[in-house]
């Protein structure tokens, strides 16, 4: 048996890959629920029930949907370049650190409407300085980035813990490692009353749509995708690489600190070291369960945060253990990759 790449792509199969892929998890995941004794039609009830059987459920989902989508785009626009950006967790964090910078205190008295696109833009600003390096030392020296974004996530959470145990340490939170919170101007105002859900959703879905726009119909969307798919074409066609790779780094660390930014601003208020339970991580089976499509990440965030909140759920209302979660979207993954591999080859005998 071998692969033969096909001539043609189906959209057909590319439009239905997806969602193969994911009822092939959730199979596989059925499985694993059934040998630890569950019913499995009962726990997907239950699953389905925790992520959106009510008001506060769906609220839950899409507040944890929200910093998804951030993460997804960011990995998304990078790995569209060919840019393997595995430190979006750092970038989060010390976006995160630059909202706080700048939110806790407001100098100027700025209005909330001038103060929290500043403070988003600082978090922002901060995640594209981090990505940015990474990819100046491969331009420059051809550093592996993938090892330098993993390694810069540990990196930047020891300075996230000192920054919190030092300069930016809250005296009111009684010893706990907490950093100072964020003026209420710096904050987001909410969606839904008695929920955590916040005005962020709807800056993550304008930002999706905006960045689906730059990747398909802007000149630097082209230069981005020339770049990714052969480089040394691009350059005999007169893009410029190294300045197309820094402007996506830019972009795509943007993205990530973005989420961060956010989080502080519309639900912690404040960074602890547990601010992210690892969405700069799932950011990655986020933009593959999209097939890196900027518009694709929404869906697929939201899909990512109900197993999450479901599975709590179900695992709280019949003792599954609660990481099926992690393993139902981390099979999604895996499914999702073999259902791309087969729509670009066919196998032969």
Not at 166 to 190: E, Q, Y
Not at 305 to 310: K, Q, R
Request: proline letters at 5%; hydrophobic letters at 60%.
């Amino acid at each position: 048996m071998r692969l033969e790449r096909r001539e043609t792509q189906s959209r057909l199969m590319m439009l239905t890959a997806p969602l193969v892929a994911i009822l092939v998890a959730l199979m596989l995941a059925g499985g694993l629920i059934a040998l630890s004794g569950a019913s499995v039609p009962e726990a997907f009830r239950r699953i389905a029930v925790g992520a959106f059987g009510s008001r506060l459920a769906i609220t839950e989902t899409l507040t944890r949907a929200t910093p998804l989508i951030f993460t997804g785009l960011a990995v998304a626009v990078a790995f569209r370049a060919r840019v393997w950006n595995i430190g979006a967790e750092g970038q989060l964090y010390l976006g995160a650190v630059a909202a706080v910078a700048v939110g806790a205190t407001n100098p100027l008295g700025l209005p909330p409407l001038l103060l929290v696109p500043v403070v988003a833009l600082a978090g922002a600003a901060a995640g594209a300085a981090l990505l940015l390096v990474p990819v100046a030392l491969r331009i420059r020296f051809a550093v592996d980035e993938v090892v330098t974004t993993l390694l810069l996530n540990f990196v930047v959470l020891l300075f996230v813990s000192m920054m919190i145990e030092g300069p930016m340490k809250d005296p009111l939170a009684f010893g706990w490692p907490a950093s100072v919170p964020v003026v209420d101007a710096a904050t987001l105002p909410g969606l839904v009353e008695r929920s955590r859900l916040h005005a962020g959703l709807i800056l993550a879905v304008v930002v999706a749509c905006v960045v689906q726009f730059v990747m398909s119909r802007t000149v630097f969307g082209l230069e981005a995708r020339a770049t990714g798919h052969n480089p040394a074409a691009a350059r005999f066609a007169g893009v410029s690489v190294g300045a197309t790779l820094l402007k996506v780094a830019a972009l795509s660390g943007g993205l990530a600190g973005l989420a961060g930014a956010v989080e502080v601003m519309g639900v912690k208020g404040y960074v602890t070291t547990d601010l992210s339970p690892g969405f700069g991580y799932a950011g990655i089976i986020v933009a593959m369960l999209a097939n890196l499509s900027p518009v694709g990440v929404v869906a697929a965030a939201v899909f990512s945060a109900a197993i999450f909140v479901g599975a709590d759920s179900m695992g709280r209302a019949m003792s599954v253990p609660s990481f099926i979660a992690d393993v139902t979207v981390a099979l999604a993954l895996l499914t999702m990759l073999v259902a791309l591999l087969l729509t670009t080859y066919r196998i032969r005998r």
